[in-house]
């Protein structure tokens, strides 16, 4: 067998075996449990910006975005900027890559990839920060409710440019809001693309383990995903990415558009 084929097999067993591995994924859950208590999540950056994110989930995103070369990342949350930096930047070299793969060089006169970030609340201390970032010219900026007509119908128009799209949503995490993102926005899903839901992990925690959120066990973004599911059979969750992570704030919630 050629070594890499060999080396991509014996990690699909690996993997594959993590699913059953049920002493590995209780440790992974009270270690996750335990790191959110501490707020272990806000202790990072992304070339300058705050992200809060796993780094397991970091590392998903950058799987994802090389596997489906996406045109356009759609993302609902922005908090301090470091997830659209992180976007940004993947979407960034990934073009220099592919220019590589053809032996050009990147033409900035061309359209390029582009990161849509929506949040109700921009606040002035971020926008400036990611609008003076380097990567600043990547990132299309709206501020205003995710699940607002008028915001959805300026995505869409802002989208029509794209062939290939990928949504990230991560903004408030209720199940009622949830399902308005996934129904809005999964219609922009390319097939063969991704809707990646975060922080489903909520219905994993204790009851009551996010004391001063509208979120909780019944009520949060794994529950919407779940109803979701149940209407749009062109979503499937892929269980790979969840496996191979074990310590992720995303368990059910990498949604792959396969029709």
């Known amino acids: 067998m050629d070594p890499n084929e060999k080396f991509a097999e014996e990690r699909r067993q690996r993997i594959e075996a993590f699913a ?23 202790n990072f950056d992304w070339l300058g910006r705050p992200i809060i994110q796993y780094t397991q989930d970091m590392f998903a995103v950058q799987e994802l975005i090389w596997k489906v070369r996406p045109d356009l990342i759609i993302e609902t949350g922005i908090a301090h900027g470091g997830s659209l930096i992180l976007s940004a930047s993947l979407l960034t070299m990934l073009e220099y890559c592919e220019a590589a793969e053809r032996g050009v060089v990147v033409d900035p006169r061309r359209p390029s990839r582009r990161v849509i970030g929506i949040d109700i609340d921009i606040r002035a201390h971020n926008r400036v920060a990611i609008e003076k970032h380097p990567l600043a010219g990547k990132i299309s900026l709206i501020e205003g409710s995710s699940i607002s007509d008028a915001v959805i119908e300026e995505v869409r128009k802002q989208a029509e440019a794209f062939r290939n799209v990928m949504v990230f949503l991560d903004s408030m995490h209720t199940h009622d809001h949830v399902l308005a993102e996934l129904e809005a926005y999964s219609p922009l899903v390319s097939k063969g693309s991704y809707c990646v839901v975060f922080d489903t992990f909520v219905e994993d925690m204790p009851k009551g383990f996010f004391a001063d959120r509208p979120w909780d066990v019944g009520n949060n973004p794994k529950t919407a995903v779940r109803q979701f599911l149940m209407g749009h059979p062109e979503f499937e969750v892929d269980t790979d990415m969840e496996n191979k992570l074990l310590v992720t ?11």
């Open 249 to 259: 704030a995303v368990p059910g919630g990498f949604l792959k558009r396969t029709a």
């Open 20 to 42: 059953s591995d049920e002493v590995f994924r209780v440790l992974s859950r009270d270690w996750l449990e335990a790191s959110m208590d501490r707020k272990y999540i806000y």
